[in-house]
């Protein structure tokens, strides 16, 4: 495997390497904090306050789904403009994407406002318990958080089109990891979550601060006229991190968000818990290879040396493919002992469900790469509209049969069955362009 990094050049490999070595820092970080964080959070703030503390996190995430987010798109072209030698467009792109995007900010205020105005939430079964009007200013709060985090994206791409990843996973590694300890440390003075969530909202503040400090040293942000067509370009390419991001918000906010309405807040930390270690832990360690790979794969686009591409691409599937399996035995061997030391036998745990969401991620995660150089040229429209599609049918299953259904596994198993087909599908189109040659 180390002789197949000789298809990188040496300043590729250092960056790649420099790419990786941050990406693996963030990812020992912030799983380290989250093995931490999960079981001191509920034997601090308790089962409840955990469970409402998650579910009011996936509110503002719910809206993404109406986020006509143009990001990564403007991302994977300042990237490939960059190593065409294209400055000016560079410049063009991310001019642009910040009067988009703040233009879309004003949209999804004006949305949460309808929302919040027509939505009761005194019937949501998890906020039985508490304060409605405490509950209605930390949903002002996420809200708000959730904002700042949106408008921090646009200044990442001023430091990634350089390949300089390690600065802003540098960035959010401490962020995450400050975030977390301070929570539990509010926790042990006070059980208002009011605090909590203030504490996010300046963490938030700081880290904008931040990510804009450096994002100045690579490029200036100029303002120019705004360009209708080419704004109007750059988001018929985002069309395909839309429905990427629906169907990742549907999945893991979506079923959050679901669950805290029908079912109870010791439900919904149940849920967020197993997500954590047996789905975002291994998606986190898979990803440390993800992002790295994939502005590799956006350069050499830009290059058009799609022959060393599709080396790469081939060696790297391999390695995910043995990294999967082993993923899938010590989950069989260790799964349930780790999860009920971990949690503190807090949880009844449910094998059926576990085993189809472990079985989900595994093909999702796996498919995810094989269509990674199509997302790093901004050409997986159809491989997101795939997914989108097969997360909507699951709701409408779910929500049609939910009277019948007294057992949150079987959304779990839909999902598992409906991924399998839908990665089957995303195989069949992918496999001329890249797997055949």
Not at 163 to 187: D, H, M, P, Q
Not at 262 to 283: C, D, E, G, H, Q
Not at 412 to 418: C, E, G, Q, Y
Request: glycine share 2%.
């Amino acid at each position: 495997m180390i002789s197949n990094f000789k298809l990188f050049s040496q300043s590729d490999l250092e960056r790649f390497k420099k790419n990786l070595s941050s990406q693996f820092l963030l990812v020992v970080m912030r799983s380290s904090t989250q093995i931490i964080f999960v079981p001191f959070m509920i034997l601090i703030w308790g089962t409840e306050n955990f469970g409402i503390w998650v579910f009011l996190f996936s509110i503002p995430q719910s809206f993404n789904l109406l986020n006509l987010n143009i990001v990564e798109a403007s991302k994977t072209e300042m990237i490939i403009g960059n190593y065409s030698k294209k400055k000016s467009y560079v410049k063009k792109i991310y001019a642009n994407t910040f009067y988009f995007l703040n233009l879309n900010i004003l949209f999804l205020i004006f949305l949460f406002l309808v929302w919040l105005n027509i939505i009761d939430i005194s019937k949501f079964k998890i906020f039985q318990n508490s304060s409605l009007d405490e509950i209605k200013i930390l949903i002002f709060l996420s809200f708000f958080g959730f904002l700042i985090n949106i408008l921090n994206s646009v200044f990442i791409c001023g430091i990634a089109f350089k390949g300089k990843i390690n600065i802003y996973t540098n960035i959010e590694a401490i962020y995450f990891t400050t975030l977390s300890l301070i929570i539990l440390v509010v926790g042990l003075f006070t059980d208002r979550l009011f605090f909590a969530f203030i504490i996010y909202v300046l963490l938030n503040l700081i880290k904008l601060y931040f990510t804009i400090y450096y994002s100045n040293k690579n490029i200036i942000l100029k303002f120019s006229k705004f360009d209708f067509k080419f704004i109007k370009k750059i988001f018929y390419k985002s069309i395909s991190y839309y429905f990427e991001n629906s169907s990742n918000i549907l999945k893991h906010s979506g079923i959050i968000f679901i669950t805290g309405i029908f079912y109870s807040s010791t439900t919904v930390a149940y849920i967020s818990t197993i997500k954590t270690i047996f789905y975002f832990l291994p998606n986190q360690l898979l990803n440390i290879l993800a992002v790295s790979l994939q502005f590799e794969y956006s350069k050499l686009i830009g290059l058009k040396n799609y022959k060393k591409l599709i080396k790469i691409l081939k060696i790297k599937l391999s390695i995910i493919f043995s990294l999967i399996l082993l993923y899938i035995f010590l989950y069989l061997i260790f799964g349930e002992f780790v999860f009920d030391l971990w949690t503190k036998d807090s949880f009844n745990f449910d094998k059926h469900l576990n085993l189809f969401l472990v079985i989900e991620f595994s093909i999702y995660i796996f498919t995810y790469f094989i269509i990674l150089p199509f997302k790093s040229e901004n050409n997986f429209f159809t491989f997101s509209l795939i997914d989108f599609l097969s997360m909507i049918l699951v709701f409408l299953i779910f929500f049609i049969s939910q009277i019948y259904l007294e057992e949150l596994k079987y959304l779990f198993l839909l999902i598992m069955l409906t991924t399998i087909f839908a990665s089957f599908i995303k195989i069949i189109f992918a496999r001329e362009k890249y797997l055949l040659k």
